[in-house]
């Protein structure tokens, strides 16, 4: 397919990469706005957890990618130079596709348990609860966040760039 001009999967990392900031830095906002319409809780948690999927899905991709990316990089001058920044990169984006993956599998069970039992917790643990939850994704969205200023450090301080063609 040599009109679909598709970068080699260590090349993908810079465009899968940021799908999955943009939807686990969202999702938090859709937890909230659920727990703020009650009329529309249900469908808006469901939404929520939907996007952490999708974002947490997506990590896993852009941490697969970004191992290629990383292999490929350690090859060339600017790779070989911040081969430190390139490893606490990596290292960091592990541990936060780690976090997503069990915060979307906490927030799973705290949406889907009340609808399989048939019985909603009273107001105030289940805003707890919620808020227990979202001080840990912010935690986990402080750490995305540090990664993601890990990889500009790389692209942008130290020219290391994932290759674009074959």
């Known amino acids: 397919?040599?009109?679909?001009p598709l970068p080699p999967w260590e090349g993908a990392h810079p465009i899968v990469v940021h799908f999955p900031i943009a939807l686990l830095l969202s999702a938090?906002?859709?937890v909230v706005l659920s727990l703020l319409v009650p009329k529309l809780r249900r469908g808006i948690a469901l939404?929520?957890?939907a996007v952490m999927a999708l974002g947490a899905a997506g990590a896993v991709l852009a941490v697969a990618s970004g191992?290629?990316?990383?292999g490929a990089a350690r090859d060339t001058p600017a790779g070989e130079a911040a081969a430190g920044l390139i490893h606490e990169h990596g290292s960091a984006a592990e541990t936060a596709r780690v976090l997503f993956l069990v915060l979307t599998a906490v927030y799973g069970l705290l949406e889907i348990v009340p609808v399989v039992r048939k019985r909603e917790l009273a107001r105030k643990p289940d805003l707890v609860l919620?808020?227990?939850f979202l001080l840990f994704y912010g935690a986990a969205c402080l750490l995305l966040a540090h990664v993601a200023?890990?990889?500009g450090r790389l692209v942008h301080g130290s020219g290391v760039h994932a290759s674009a063609g074959r």
């Not at 397919?1 to 679909?4: E, K, N, T």
């Not at 191992?67 to 990383?70: D, K, L, P």
Request: net charge negative; aromatic share 4%; no cysteine.
């Open 1 to 4: 397919m040599d009109w679909l």
């Open 47 to 49: 939404s929520a957890l």
């Open 149 to 151: 200023h890990l990889g």
């Open 67 to 70: 191992e290629a990316a990383a």
């Open 28 to 30: 938090p906002v859709l």
């Open 130 to 132: 919620h808020g227990v």
